[in-house]
């Protein structure tokens, strides 16, 4: 102090300025108030952090350096029955653009995104060129290594402000073949087919995962949390893929030339009641199904109801074999027309007074000799057999929205109806509804119930359907059906039966011709077209294979033995091939299908 | 210390008594314990050295768990890239095996699907089923017909019969292409009616 004054002598008493500096006390205040300061700063910042809108600045923080990813679920697989994909999920990007970024380049951008991935130039443009936003579509659903290749091309010629995400695609590569079992997806929802109606199975739980990262790698002990994908299962389908193929080229060539409105086909392995082709024409590709229109991208097979017609005789008269009523070889005298109720029945074709056995009135497919036929019938009893043949309930193999068919109710079940229906009139069924009741003949008498998926699956309607499922029963016995297979062996003979076309050189061939009227879609009656139906088995001592051919509104004048006759044996030759078949060798049925008048019966 | 035995051996036992007593007690301190000085650097430099192993034991670990991330990070990416080209070349390999590609193709060799199945039976050579060579007719059309153009657009074709001059081979071979035109569009069409 003394040497303070000392040094500054000339100003006497006045208080030196560096008396009060070096005063501690005035020192620690004014430290504590700088200190104040800066701590009232740091309270309120912090009443602004955790009182103002702590969740947001939490978010923000938990965002900075942790990463989310979604684990996308992988799509099931549906595959045909020999395990090659009819719908398969393949690994995609979608490319997508920072508008904001790729403005100044558009135009170079554009040509080179547009030769790259094969997309519109104007249309990429105009998404490069998108004023306020920061986010566009470029491409979506490409290939995830080419939607890679192109982005790093990207970024090597110059171009910023492209990126990837994940973006799965789903690949049908057999284009329209099974197309309207398969169905297909839309961009985000499954449409149709089996894609909707297995959609939960196929299409599993999608996962995500986040991870603390650092200059774009994950910290190894930061923080994560991950929950697992799970993927979707796989659907195996009872479907032969090739076989299938086939079935659609011969249903359509056989559709075109006939002029037809339409066709299905049904193919199914005798014992196992396994569909391995149901085919409908027309068809739509999978892979573009906004090119067909919607009512043909839906399985016609099983929602069509159409009357089945004269193949239905082969189950009302193996019902009168197997009731007892009647043999191959029982005579029946057809004459030219037959009164029913109010009615008059005719033949298909006009004849005198006719004398044929029962293997005769199938072979011939006389409506009148059937009629006369079941006339034999106790009350009830066929309608209990076609019940037992699985008409008028659905098969549930699986395809939404399937027909049950229109078995008449037993209320309304009069003579007059019997009639009718024992021909295969006043009664309506689904395609693979009649194909599984032929089929029972083929089987030994034993109804197998059809089935689409192998295994089990379970719908989204929880139904529980496929192979594992299926059920047998005995609806006829086994020697009503053999008689019935020779019975109808002498359908598709050159000399005594209407459908030669059907005949396959070296097999037997068991089969029936069906030419129904059809009921137009306005007045409710028959407006004059018709349904041709070709339905049969082969080899007819011991099946292999059913299959039933049927063409909606042929307009070349032709039948169910000209039109789907040729269809059946080309379609049913290709499966034996196939599948190794070869013909039993054994002697064809010789069943006699006319008898004289004053002939001694041979049985 | 010698002075105590001195006094007994002096007899004066009595009188020393009280100070051979104090001489014992005094006898009696703790001696003090023997403390070696060992030197503190050994010890600091195990602790130094634990600990310093510690840090730089963490911190390779770290290092290499680092490392380990960014290895694994680009073969993930790796991994991810030969995924995905491999399911690219799948698709591609499921378009190629298309059996509408492979029929299309066959078709183009000439090649038709037989009608009529036949076996060889290789244990005693016989023959299954009844052969036929496979026709054109057997064919199936493997693609949609195009669709009818109007008249204006499909004139009939004008045709101009030119009777040869000299020599029948002409008139024979053109005769013979006529048929065989014929019987080709009667074969896409069944005829008969049942």
């Known amino acids: ?603 | 210390m010698s002075s105590p035995a001195f006094q007994i051996r002096s007899g004066r036992i009595r009188a020393a008594a009280p100070g051979v007593q104090s001489a014992l007690r005094a006898r009696l301190t703790v001696v003090p314990r023997l403390r070696t000085r060992t030197s503190p650097l050994p010890f600091v430099t195990l602790v130094s050295f634990l600990l310093l192993a510690g840090v730089i034991g963490l911190l390779m670990f770290n290092t290499s768990m680092q490392q380990a991330a960014f290895a694994a990070t680009s073969m993930e990416q790796q991994a991810a890239t030969l995924n995905a080209r491999e399911q690219t070349l799948r698709m591609e390999l499921d378009v190629l095996r298309d059996p509408q590609r492979v029929a299309l193709k066959a078709q183009q060799l000439g090649m038709v699907i037989p009608s009529s199945p036949a076996f060889l039976r290789l244990s005693d050579g016989k023959v299954l089923g009844t052969p036929a060579a496979a026709t054109r007719e057997d064919g199936v059309r493997l693609l949609p017909r195009p669709p009818k153009k109007p008249a204006v657009l499909d004139p009939a074709p004008n045709v101009v019969k030119v009777r040869a001059e000299n020599g029948a081979a002409g008139t024979a071979h053109g005769a013979a292409r006529d048929k065989n035109k014929a019987s080709d569009r009667s074969g896409n069409q069944s005829s008969g009616n049942r």
Request: with cysteine; hydrophobic share 40%; charged share 20%.
């Open chain 1, 1 to 603: 102090m003394r040497r303070t004054v000392s040094r500054y002598p000339r100003r006497g008493r006045v208080v030196p300025r560096g008396a009060l500096r070096g005063s501690p006390h005035l020192r620690l205040r004014l430290g504590f108030i700088a200190i104040a300061m800066v701590l009232s700063v740091f309270g309120a910042r912090l009443v602004q952090l955790q009182g103002v809108d702590p969740h947001a600045y939490a978010a923000m923080a938990a965002a900075e350096g942790t990463v989310t990813l979604d684990l996308p679920a992988h799509r099931g697989d549906i595959l045909d029955r020999n395990g090659k994909p009819l719908a398969d999920d393949i690994d995609g990007s979608m490319v997508v653009a920072d508008p904001s970024v790729t403005r100044d380049k558009a135009p170079e951008l554009a040509r080179f995104l547009a030769h790259r991935l094969d997309i519109d130039y104007f249309v990429t443009l105009k998404a490069l060129r998108q004023k306020d936003r920061k986010f566009a579509y470029i491409a979506r659903r490409v290939p995830a290594s080419k939607a890679a290749d192109v982005v790093a091309e990207a970024k090597a010629a110059g171009f910023k402000g492209l990126d990837t995400r994940h973006d799965p695609i789903r690949d049908y590569p057999a284009g329209d073949v099974a197309a309207n079992l398969v169905g297909f997806v839309g961009t985000d929802e499954a449409l149709a087919g089996f894609e909707s109606n297995f959609d939960e199975l196929l299409a599993g739980t999608d996962g995500s995962e986040r991870y603390a990262v650092g200059r774009g790698n994950r910290i190894p002990l930061g923080d994560a949390t991950t929950k697992l994908p799970v993927d979707g299962q796989d659907l195996q389908t009872t479907i032969d893929l090739d076989l299938q193929w086939y079935t659609q080229r011969v249903l359509r060539q056989t559709v075109e030339d006939a002029s037809a409105d339409s066709g299905f086909a049904v193919v199914m392995d005798s014992k196992t009641g396994e569909v391995l082709a149901l085919a409908d024409d027309p068809t739509f590709d999978a892979r573009n199904p906004q090119a067909a229109p919607r009512k043909d991208r839906v399985t016609r097979a099983m929602t069509d109801v159409y009357e089945p017609g004269s193949v239905e005789k082969v189950l009302t008269l193996s019902a009168l074999i197997d009731a007892g009523k009647a043999t191959a070889h029982t005579r029946v005298t057809v004459p030219p027309e037959l009164p029913s109720g109010d009615r008059v029945i005719h033949d298909w074709f006009d004849h005198g007074t006719l004398y044929l056995t029962l293997a005769g009135v199938l072979a011939q497919s006389s409506n009148i000799g059937t009629v006369l036929a079941t006339r034999n019938f106790d009350s009830g009893q066929l309608r209990d057999y076609l019940v037992k043949f699985g008409l008028g309930q659905k098969t549930n193999v699986g395809v939404a929205g399937e027909t049950q068919g229109i078995l008449p109710d037993p209320s309304i079940w009069t003579s007059m109806t019997q009639d009718r229906i024992a021909f295969g009139q006043s009664l309506s069924v689904n395609a693979l509804q009649m194909a599984a009741a032929v089929n029972t003949i083929a089987n030994g008498g034993v109804r197998v119930s059809p089935s689409l998926i192998r295994g089990t699956a379970v719908t989204d309607d929880g139904l529980v359907v496929g192979t594992d499922t299926a059920t047998t029963t005995r609806v006829v016995s086994s020697a009503a059906a053999k008689q019935m297979s020779r019975m109808m062996e002498r359908v598709v003979d050159p000399d005594a039966g209407v459908a030669p076309a059907a005949q396959i050189a070296g097999y037997r061939v068991a089969g029936k011709t069906g030419t129904a009227q059809r009921v137009g879609p306005f007045c409710g009656c028959y407006n004059g077209t018709f349904t041709v139906s070709f339905a049969g088995f082969a080899p007819a001592d011991k099946p292999r294979f059913t299959v039933y051919v049927v063409v909606q509104n042929p307009r070349n004048g032709g039948g169910g033995g000209s039109v789907a006759g040729p269809a059946f044996a080309k379609i049913m030759s290709y499966a034996l091939r196939r599948y190794g078949v070869p013909p039993t060798g054994s002697a064809p049925s010789q069943l006699p299908t006319t008898w004289r008048p004053g002939q001694v019966a041979s049985r």
